[in-house]
């Protein structure tokens, strides 16, 4: 079960928020930023990075949003913040990569740069929406634990 941060971001994607962008404005008023640079500087991590199927971009969103999250780290502060939000992914969906994920659901992970058309079959197929949903809780669960909240 989704918490209301986790199904807004899965929501945003189902807007045409890209997996990335979708988790990192579910969390913009967190952040303090302005939610149209939010979307702008997610923009190219969807698709696992600009549609290469690397790192799932929800991963690379929550990643971001640590850094802005906890802005008195520095990287031996954030690396093991990201590491462990990446490992809780990783259990919860067997991998953080895009393209894995994909072809675990049974989609090809096609890495031409056009992105396909957001159509009802486009997000039918996808496990897109929860797994974003899911980086969201797991981001939201990270936080909590480390700001003491």
Wanted: hydrophobic share 45%; with cysteine.
């Amino acid at each position: 079960m989704s918490t209301e941060r986790g199904a807004r971001a899965g929501e945003l994607f189902l807007e045409g928020k890209n997996c990335a962008q979708a988790v990192m404005l579910a969390f913009a008023e967190e952040l303090g930023a302005d939610p149209a640079f939010v979307a702008r500087v997610a923009l190219p991590m969807g698709g696992g990075m600009g549609r290469l199927r690397e790192t799932c971009g929800a991963v690379s969103g929550a990643a971001m949003c640590l850094g802005l999250l906890f802005p008195e780290g520095d990287r031996a502060q954030i690396y093991p913040l990201v590491q462990e939000f990446a490992e809780k992914f990783r259990a919860a969906h067997g991998s953080i990569r895009c393209g894995e994920l994909l072809t675990g659901a049974g989609i090809a992970a096609d890495r031409t740069p056009v992105p396909e058309a957001r159509t009802a079959a486009y997000y039918k197929k996808r496990p897109c929406p929860e797994l974003i949903a899911s980086a969201a809780d797991l981001l939201e669960e990270v936080v909590r634990a480390h700001r003491g909240a």
